[in-house]
């Protein structure tokens, strides 16, 4: 049972445009959210997250929104830029039980020139 | 800055053999993962440790089993390698505190023959 989905496997985005990645979740105890971002043969980075008190937390170029009626959150990059492309891979947490993370199944950006 | 360092980057082990992946952390996390990433199927947990010697199962543990006998150090253990097995491990850790990220090890690229 998928609790963090990420339906689009792929998206790919010109430089300097918008890049919107969207992540749904399932659990509704879950009540902080993470965005990592993934190169090759590299581990997972932490880019931002945000807590389920607020519905937008930004950092620079990436901005996290989520919609807990709905159940879903992006992550927005503007601009995007070549370095930007990766897999992207959105987490959830329950801070009521283990603080493990459960995380989607990760979109690849591609970010073109 | 925090650093997870896992023992190696490439392994290639034979089936049945007894696989040893270890990880270390040096900013006295409390907790402990270990995932596998595999195309399309994202990150999935395999057993994470909230303290030393204790140990729970994540969602896919069959197959596997987990070391920490030292805080810093959790260790991965594939009893009886199968093809099946092959796939990116990462290792991460966290503190023990609620809303805060993990970090991750470089992965370690295990591939069974």
């Known amino acids: 049972d998928q609790q963090v989905k990420q339906n689009s496997p792929s998206l790919s985005v010109q430089e300097g445009r918008i890049s919107i990645l969207n992540c749904d979740y399932t659990n509704s105890m879950f009540d902080y959210f993470l965005w990592y971002k993934k190169y090759p043969a590299e581990g997972p980075t932490f880019l931002i997250s945000?807590?389920?008190?607020?519905d937008k937390n930004e950092d620079g170029r990436f901005t996290v929104f989520l919609n807990k009626s709905a159940k879903h959150l992006s992550l927005h990059i503007v601009p995007s830029q070549p370095g930007d492309s990766a897999v992207y891979f959105c987490a959830a947490q329950n801070t009521g039980t283990a603080s493990k993370l459960t995380f989607g199944t990760g979109t690849r950006l591609q970010v073109t020139l | 800055d925090v650093k997870v360092t896992q023992s190696s980057r490439y392994l290639v082990k034979r089936t049945g053999e007894k696989v040893f992946l270890e990880c270390v952390q040096d900013?006295?996390?409390?907790?402990m993962f270990w995932y596998r990433q595999d195309p399309g199927l994202g990150l999935r947990l395999i057993y994470f440790s909230y303290d030393v010697k204790m140990k729970e199962k994540g969602d896919i543990p069959e197959g596997y089993s987990v070391s920490r006998e030292k805080k810093e150090r959790f260790s991965l253990i594939l009893e009886s390698a199968s093809t099946n097995q092959t796939s990116m491990y990462l290792c991460?850790?966290?503190?023990?505190?609620?809303?805060?990220?993990?970090?991750f090890g470089q992965g370690t690229r295990l591939t069974v023959v």
């Open positions: 900013m006295d996390h409390e907790n």
């Open positions: 945000i807590s389920s008190i607020k």
């Open positions: 991460a850790s966290r503190t023990g505190g609620d809303h805060t990220e993990a970090f």
